[in-house]
């Protein structure tokens, strides 16, 4: 491997180019972003080699780190612009929609869909480290489609930064992901929405936050332009996990008005068996 | 301060016995807890020298530590059976019924209504530690309510242990902390029942959660023995939290079922704003 290109030099791609930096000392990345200054930190912080918006012909990996509603035009566009022997990932957290658009399109062999489940509630090239997608989970779906030589690109690059590699079609990491992903970031959110309107008449009301609100709250710090188009495009399946989710919160709200304690008690500890869930995956 | 009494040796009782007996060697500290494993366990870790379920008569300080529906039941038997150099602190999370029960008791001068703003989401001897309250938060109520000179015993033991005192009646206390606490634990059990009965039909669902996830539903792991009471004690404050926070979750459900991109992407870069007051509290 000797060029890779990234466009979208923020919180992920930047991770991956200072990952693959390390690893391959010797690797040419160029790379792109919509934002000149993120363009201009990208490179002070050693990220890129040089800024350009297209890969280069004989590019091995084009890596395609940009909000989910701009990659179906983007993946278009940089398809038309490659050489025979590269490949484009896409590192989108929805691929429903995704792989859909790409379905028959001539050069499908020559792009992976993938979504590793890395990040934090930061955002920019100055958010990212090289060490964010250590040991985490990279998914790959519809590998089948994917020319066979060319996946060997993506594995040694995968391999090299330590990711776990899984896979699943389209329609299932996008129905996983709404409830364990999307979900909390919208619970999040309203959370903190919801603290901020009591803040307006009560202006003292986050003295007292401790670290479980934090906790609870810190995706509420989540990059908009990454978050908002997830949304709308994993819209069925987060639909059904919202429901779940406000459908117990007023069946949760009528016992606490009732008084019910013994009843809420059985329910939480029935929850608690996320303990044993939750220990078991690290 | 030579003899302090604790009874719930639990993560928050625990942990006070612990810091106490770092700061102070020459302390005895006798303890009682209603789980016998418990009180073996409070033994073996160090943290009581003695066993007994009333406080010797010349304790300097007694620390009720269990959970909020047995505090004002307790509170009435220990201050029956205390002598008159004893202070009575409770640490419980809700302070407005606690403090109306005890408004006319005849030893209103010897109790002390407390808060630490610290937990974590484990609970009994075995989860505390001495660093848990170090530079938290302590809220105290209605202080003027407490004898002057028994206060004395409590700021030497509060300010030996690093805690930043905070003073606040007690309707206020209880409706901060519903919104800065207690919806933080309902917003996280009910997310962890949501995912949990998906799991149902789907059994993986568990397997692409990453630490988003996990941050948002790490309350959920909570004793329900101490967050059941908590909900029914605060009803009212609790009710208006949660009343806003499922309309708010309504209508970003309707913003995702319209498709409203724009419209999320608005809400969230308002909602950003808790970056700022989050890092102004560090």
Avoid at 115 to 124: F, K, L, N, Q
Avoid at 192 to 219: C, H, P, W, Y
Avoid at 275 to 282: H, N, P, V, Y
């Amino acid at each position: 491997m000797k060029k890779i290109h990234i466009t979208g030099l923020g919180l992920l791609g930047g991770s991956f180019a200072l990952a693959a930096k390390r690893k391959f000392p010797e690797l040419t990345i160029t790379g792109w972003d919509i934002s000149t200054q993120n363009l201009h930190e990208a490179h002070t912080l050693g990220m890129i080699d040089s800024s350009q918006e297209l890969p280069d012909p004989d590019a091995d990996l084009v890596i395609l780190a940009t909000p989910g509603d701009t990659l179906v035009g983007l993946l278009e566009r940089t398809l038309e612009n490659i050489g025979n022997e590269t490949l484009v990932i896409d590192l989108g957290s929805t691929k429903e929609n995704l792989c859909k658009a790409l379905e028959n399109h001539p050069k499908r062999a020559q792009y992976l869909a993938a979504h590793p489940i890395a990040g934090t509630e930061y955002s920019g090239p100055r958010a990212a480290f090289a060490e964010l997608l250590d040991r985490k989970v990279m998914i790959l779906c519809e590998l089948e489609k994917t020319d066979l030589h060319l996946k060997e690109k993506a594995y040694e690059l995968f391999d090299a930064l330590n990711l776990k590699l899984r896979f699943m079609d389209p329609q299932e990491h996008d129905r996983h992901l709404a409830f364990v992903s999307h979900l909390s970031h919208i619970s999040s959110f309203m959370l903190g929405k919801t603290v901020l309107q009591k803040m307006e008449d009560d202006k003292n009301i986050f003295d007292m936050a401790g670290s479980g609100f934090a906790s609870t709250v810190r995706l509420a710090k989540s990059s908009p332009a990454m978050w908002a188009p997830i949304l709308t495009e994993n819209k069925d399946n987060i639909l059904a996990a919202l429901d779940g989710y406000i459908s117990n919160l007023s069946e949760i709200r009528e016992k606490v008005a009732n008084g019910d304690a013994s009843s809420i008690h059985a329910d939480f500890q029935e929850i608690n068996k996320i303990r044993d869930i939750l220990d078991l995956e690290k």
